[in-house]
């Protein structure tokens, strides 16, 4: 009972900060014109959201924040780019990109992450950024910065919406964050692995000593969010830009999504996302914070992590 | 595997140019006093500044510089003294700038700064230069303060007069009313040069807006929805290549390229461009070329390519900064061969030579260049417009004067120097 | 008079830092160019403000991803000063630390409510959030106004007018970089410092011990604030105009992640990361190697230092080499023991080899676990042998043994309650033939090792319990100790604070080269932290192995879920 009332007492100040911000942005603006800005800030807010929700599936799983989720991704989509420049024809260069990405997860989940299994969560991350730049390093020793754009049949095709064209690869962005998050509550509800995935989320050494494979759980759950880190590098670098810098660290604006989701709620991951991407367009609208309407993800972010923890008191080191 | 792609990349484009160029006519490269004759005095010391690093490699111009200088060391050297050409790069970080200029000054103690392309170096350094007496031959510019600033000058146009010509040449030949200039919420970069677009529109009774794109931002959408938001009739894509081509693509998404005019500066003419963005936006896109383009059959713009391919890696870019590296250094060389041989490796002299560079011509230029005792230098403003078209470029206007109160000033120093 | 006293040299890193910074101010700007006196002074800002991030993560054992976003805020007051107000440089200095001082202060609050992961990332969208406000604002750079952009100018900052000159300012900022340290050392040492050293153990246990939890967390992070406003001004001063791209949120990710590759726990520590940041992508630059090689060099020292170095690379060279480390090498192997008390068999023949660095030793109560600690001590006749490192340990008499480097703790932490913490731990080396100033290096590495240097002077019997099982634990690495007997030293703790006490029985041999011998009853942490573990039940070993194997052991799940033996 208790749960439910602190539960809607958080969803009821959301719909109303986000209603008065939302009124305010728009106050006097032609329906149209809100229109437009509305989709093209849902649709970036749905590739922080698919960032995000990447980084979630691997922390609850692992306690792993993966700060190298971008760079990995960054990996994946540049070698795609490459392949197709070689002629490997496209499904082949973008499953062979994603796998490119799965590898380095899992090649870090397996080689590296267990060295690191007993430490804080905090340590964890910034072993992570150690990998980052090693693979931000590699790309930029491979690949010299130059113009260049990564393509999708499905960025030929689209529909209207509310005035704004959508095209056919924004969509699958959109509709890949929802079906990921899904599928992922489903099987991590029904499935035995999903519910050993929980409890390792919930109790590393109590999982062992009840029998939980933590090696396989833990692999497997490696390899899922490189799976998904590759293709939100695929969709990165086809709907932001292909510049490596730029997509390695769509993963701090990828955070400020997680964090809305607490590091565990998928769904609260996916409207955080949302909710990011829907204000920081509708700022254009502000003459005073268009300027700094790349800062949305960050303030949103902090305000959301201390509405989560408000009267909250520390007491013992240790938990995070 | 770098190299290697990029020698690949050479290699198919530049392939058929290069050797229809040197099939024409059977010269070797032309450098320096031509004697053929490997130089073997004492050295001059000469430097130079690029910045390669994310965002962007910059290092084109020292590149073709560098590649001049072989070609002159190899045919006699300045008076039988070859010129050691010593490079640093500041990787995009303003530290590393300032002390790239001191090393090279103070340390190296260069009698000049030539072929310099970098985004912040020159904004850094412009006091040090005033400093040490040093008249800086740059190459690649970007930020004001190349071009606003006592001892820098420049070859290349940078953002304000490329952006100046492209809105020009929309206005008066694409009926243009209402420029869109997108740009970056930079200063000295985005803002400096999007307002003169805006007033050079204004005063031929049209209109300019501006709209400001955060380099950080991972969204262009927004920014392009806010151009379309002012009415404006035409785009201009004030921005680095990448981004340009990210807001282009955002833009065909809406399928917006009948529903405006587009045009860009020249970062957009990069023979990577055509290709990035697609089949959609062929023959659509106007880009202003602030040096000759690349196939033009000038005796300058030849032999940039056979100095390059002679003397220059395969995979050294050829671009409009390396044009620029190239006549940076050439104009310099001409400069020191002027002088008498026993001043050449005096710092006080060969400076006082260059800032009195008055009227030399190039094919690569549409005016002439000249450097001249001023708080300001832009010999460049003048240039010609490409159209993308056959994944490659089409020449739509050639040489044509840009038309600005902002070069007021600057044709007040020609008219002084009798070059107008 | 005391705090007159902290300033003397007393130990060898001080000594160090002395001649250090002697060297670094007389001798070094004399002799370099000015390339180098450019990259020099850069790198000394940035060794301060690395100094700043470290403290806090080692010290305080607080994230912050800001540091360098600090830097930037210093920089852009000492800008607006320094082209709107006529005020001296050194003024100014003042200021922009004070300004940004106040902006660590703000971001102390989100502390008081989050820690570890959270308080990193809360900290990282502030880095984020400083980016783009630079980025979008600019630094000034001598025009009108109070944001003072104005395109085409480039008015530098103005240097203070005892340094104008490049060698000038690198000796100036020297003199402020040594200043900031000393300040982090003095608080350190002083009030503060004892009091972050029980907040990070326990906030609880602070609060109980009457610690002002908010006002010692804010004043963590106003110090570090106002070490990168000095930072950041001096930087100004440097290159005289600042650019958002020296202010990155990356940038001050790689700083904290530089801090740690550089040892959080040692001043040496921050100049190795400035070394790291400043001066080795210069050296790359000028040997003409692709820049993109400081990511990859960068990134893989973080793996390293994280994986094997918790104390970073200087831990590794100067963490405690002046102590020689004991060690087993040549493994420690048991043959034959067994203990009899008149009739009764309380150890069965026992043989087994230990090999890895801590050992867990388990059985349900009456196994024959103390007893087995007794046979190594010596304070039962037992029969057989023990051999370690080459030495026949079960021939030597008790306190021969002791003297060799067998340590032990006992289940109720044995220390002398009117002693002080310090004297607690030096009886132990009482008896060893060293020096007092090896002594009291050793005694002052082994506190710091548990975290105690900030209570060194409290009497032993003002301590918590967990308190009192950290000094027991300090007793027990002192010196050069070879193994290291833990009997139930998490009994009686709580969860978290057996956490704490994992981590340091963890690092024990890392610390010291000591082999541990761990009897607990708390299967998680033998679990955590033994490479292997002997299991006893009725003075008989039922089970030896990796922790793993161990514990789905048959006999082993019989024994502990009561089921009857075999």
Known sequence: ?320 | MKHLILAGLTAVGLAGLSATNAAADGHAAKCGMGTGVQATGEPIKVGGIHGNAAPGDFSSSTDAAAAYFSCVNANGGIHGRPIEYLVENDQWNPELAGQAALKLLVDEKVVAMVGNGSFLEMAVNAGTYAEQGIMTMASACAVSECFESSNIVSTNQGPLASNIGAAQFAQEELGSKSVACIGLAIPNVGTWSCDQVTKLMESRGGAGHSIFLNPAAPDVNSALLEAVATGADTMLLNLPAGLGIAVLKAAEEQDLRDAYKWIAPTPLYDLSVPEAIGKYWDGAVYVNAELAPFTDGGADNKNWIKVMDSYAKADDPRDSFSQSGYLSARFFVDTLLAMDAADVGDRTKVNAAITAISGYKSDLLCGPYYVGKADFHMPNHAGHMVLIKDGGFEVVRDCYDYDSAYFKPHFAIEKELGLR | MDRLAIFMPKTASARQAIVFSLLAFFVLPSVIGAQWTNILTSAACFAVAAAGVAFLYGRVGMVSLTQVGLMGVGGWVMLRLSHGTDLPFEINLILAGGVTMVFGAILAFPALRLRGLYLALITLMAAGGFEILFATYQFPNGGEGFWGVQTGTEVGVRRPTIATSDTGYLRFTIAVSIACFLLIEWNRRSKPGRAWAMLRQSEAAAMAASVNVVFHKLWAFALSGLIAGFAGALLAGSIGLLDPSTFRASESILLFALAIVGGARFWQGALIAAVLYRILPALLNDWGLDPDLAFIIFGAGLLHALITAPDGIAGQIFGNRAVAKGSTDGGLSIAGLSVRYGGVVALEPLDVSFTKPVVGIIGPNGAGKTTLMNAFSGFVSSTGHIDAGGTRLSSLAPHKRSQWGLRRSFQKAEIAEDLSVRQNIQVQLDGAKISASERDKAISIALDFVGLDGQQDTLAGQLSGFERRLVDLAKAVVGSPRIVMLDEPAGGLSSDETEKLGDLILGIHAHCGAQTLLIDHDVDLVKRVCGETLVLNFGRKIAFGPVQEVFTHPDVVAAYLGGSEK
């Not at chain 1, 919406?161 to 959109?174: E, Q, Y």
């Not at chain 1, 969010?225 to 730029?246: C, D, H, K, Q, Y």
């Not at chain 1, 590091?263 to 991951?269: A, F, G, S």
Request: glycine letters at 12%; charged letters at 10%; one cysteine or more.
């Open chain 1, 1 to 320: 009972m208790k749960i439910d009332r602190t539960l809607a007492l958080s969803f009821a100040a959301y719909v109303i900060i986000m209603a008065l911000a939302v009124v305010w942005l728009t106050w006097g603006k032609p329906a149209t014109v809100i229109g437009l800005f509305a989709v093209s800030g849902l649709a970036t807010g749905s590739l922080y959201a698919l960032g995000g929700i990447g980084l979630v599936v691997l922390y609850r799983a692992t306690g792993v924040l993966n700060l190298a989720n971008g760079a990995m991704g960054a990996a994946g989509v540049m070698f795609a780019w490459q392949l197709v420049q070689w002629g490997t024809p496209g499904p082949a260069a973008w499953a062979i990109g994603i796998l490119l990405t799965t590898g380095l997860s899992l090649g870090y989940g397996r080689g590296i992450a267990p060295h690191l299994a007993y430490q804080p969560p905090v340590v964890k991350a910034a072993a992570t950024l150690g990998a980052a730049l090693i693979i931000l390093g590699l790309i930029n020793f491979f690949w010299i910065e130059d113009a260049r754009k990564f393509s999708f049949p499905t960025d030929a095709i689209g529909v209207k919406i509310l005035g704004l064209r959508v095209t056919g690869t924004r969509l699958i962005a959109l509709l890949a964050a929802i079906g990921v998050v899904v599928a992922t509550q489903i099987y991590l509800t029904r499935s035995v692995r999903g519910l050993q995935m929980r409890s390792l989320a919930d109790n590393r050494d109590l999982s062992a000593l009840i029998g939980i494979p933590i090696l396989r759980v833990e692999t497997l759950a490696w390899g899922i969010s490189g799976l998904l880190a590759g293709f939100a590098g695929l969709m990165f670098g086809n709907l932001i830009r292909l510049e490596p810098t730029v997509i390695t660290f769509m993963v701090i604006p990828s955070i400020a999504a997680a964090i809305c989701g607490r590091l565990e709620n998928l769904w609260l991951v996916l409207i955080g996302g949302l909710s990011i991407g829907l204000l920081e367009s509708l700022l254009t609208f502000s003459p005073l914070l268009k300027g700094v309407r790349p800062m949305t993800p960050f303030v949103i972010a902090a305000l959301a992590m201390l509405w989560m923890q408000r009267g909250q008191r520390l007491t013992f080191a240790g938990s995070d």
